[in-house]
């Protein structure tokens, strides 16, 4: 690797130059490297078990993880989550992210292109990533708020146009902007809007949250806009509400908003990532078509075995990926290795309850515990 990646902060001088939203996107990257911000509560999937299958038909080394995810055939069902972009650093991150996926035969989200829209001068770190993987399956990213707000289908076919995208990710983040120091808390017209961008839009919607969990109530709203993927995005992994009170405590001092016991509480606030699964899954009888990611606190192959039975079509996850290439300079052979060791515990499971495909993973029913 020509260039280290050990430290991607900016100089002071350069950080006074930059804008929030460069320096935002920034921070949250550095804490996410460095700060306890996960849940306290778990992704939940310790609550579900497979019964032990001790005559397995099959040969471990046949077993096929392939899949296919929005009508295109994928290696695994896996993808790294929507993170990055928007600030000097982050051009060699979701390069060497992009890579990783490329080389593996795996789709890939950008972070918030918010950014994108606001100037010109970081837009080459979201159009990097389709030079780097030309031919997987790319996701573009804005927030729900930006959406709510209204862009215009100018502003829409910029982001879609700069990495040449295959879909577009929506993120819901109302505890996120809830604790965010600038964050905008009017989602007022959001369905309305995302009804109109699924109309015009003729690429899939991807609607997801980043780690407090979709139901199945507002995934049917959802649904009935127009969405084509739920990405559930529950709790049990990365905490916004962590990362954001701590942004909130660097630049104000302190978290005195809310009364101590409401904070705990917040704190904790979402739905953990298997529940999501099976209350969203339920809906597939009525939306045929719908296809569902399992995001939130996924590290392993195991809970990306149960998301499957538990009806995702694929899993995904996002700080992971981000802590294996920037810690301790692990770069891209790091993320391919990490995601492989899980697609190893993922066949160890398919292996153990019989199954040799990912369809026929998809039928292995799980007992749920109390
Ligand atoms: C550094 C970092 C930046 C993120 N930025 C975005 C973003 O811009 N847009 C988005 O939809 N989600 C963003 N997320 C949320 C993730 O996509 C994901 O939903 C969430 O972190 C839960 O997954 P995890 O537990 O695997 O990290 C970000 C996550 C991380 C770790």
Redesign the pocket.
């Known amino acids: 690797m020509s260039k280290s990646l050990a430290n991607i902060s900016l100089p002071a001088e350069e950080t006074a130059l930059v804008s929030a939203t460069e320096q935002r996107?920034q921070s949250?990257?550095e804490?996410?490297l460095n700060a306890d911000v996960?849940f306290v509560i778990t992704?939940g999937f310790e609550r579900y078990r497979y019964a032990h299958n001790a005559a397995p038909e099959l040969n471990f080394s046949d077993i096929d993880l392939s899949t296919t995810f929005l009508g295109r055939r994928i290696s695994y069902p896996f993808m790294i989550?929507?993170?990055?972009?928007g600030y000097a650093g982050a051009t060699f991150v979701n390069q060497l992210l992009a890579e990783a996926c490329q080389e593996l035969g795996i789709p890939f989200?950008?972070?918030?292109m918010r950014q994108a829209l606001e100037n010109t001068t970081q837009r080459e770190s979201f159009s990097v990533v389709r030079r780097a993987a030309p031919t997987i399956q790319i996701f573009a990213?804005i927030?729900a708020a930006e959406v709510a707000a209204g862009l215009s289908p100018a502003q829409y076919r910029l982001l879609i146009d700069l990495i040449q995208a295959d879909g577009l990710?929506v993120?819901l983040?109302p505890a996120q902007e809830l604790f965010q120091p600038e964050g905008n808390t009017n989602f007022k017209g959001l369905l309305r809007e995302l009804k109109i961008l699924t109309t015009e839009l003729s690429l899939p919607i991807i609607v997801?949250?980043?780690?407090c969990g979709i139901s199945a109530p507002v995934a049917e709203r959802l649904l009935e806009a127009g969405a084509r993927v739920i990405?559930v995005?529950g709790a049990?992994?990365?905490n916004?509400q962590k990362v954001e009170a701590l942004r909130h405590e660097h630049k104000f001092g302190n978290n005195a908003r809310f009364s101590p016991s409401a904070l705990a509480e917040l704190m904790n606030w979402g739905i953990p990532t298997a529940q999501c699964l099976e209350d969203v899954s339920s809906l597939r009888t009525r939306y045929p078509e719908m296809e569902l990611i399992s995001?939130?606190?996924?590290?392993n192959g195991i809970e990306i075995a149960k998301s499957l039975s538990l009806g995702a079509t694929i899993a995904?996850?996002?700080?992971?990926?981000?802590q294996a290439l920037l810690v301790n300079n692990g770069g891209k052979d790091a993320v391919k290795s990490r995601i492989q060791t899980m697609m190893n515990d993922l066949r160890a499971a398919m292996f153990l309850v019989g199954a040799k495909s990912i369809a026929s993973l998809r039928e292995i029913k799980l007992v749920k515990t109390a």
């Open positions: 996107k949250h990257v804490l996410c996960d992704n989550s929507s993170m990055t972009g989200g950008v972070g918030s990213n927030g990710i993120h983040n997801k949250e980043v780690g990405d995005a049990g992994g990365t916004w995001s939130g606190g996924i590290t995904a996850s996002a700080k992971p990926m981000i």
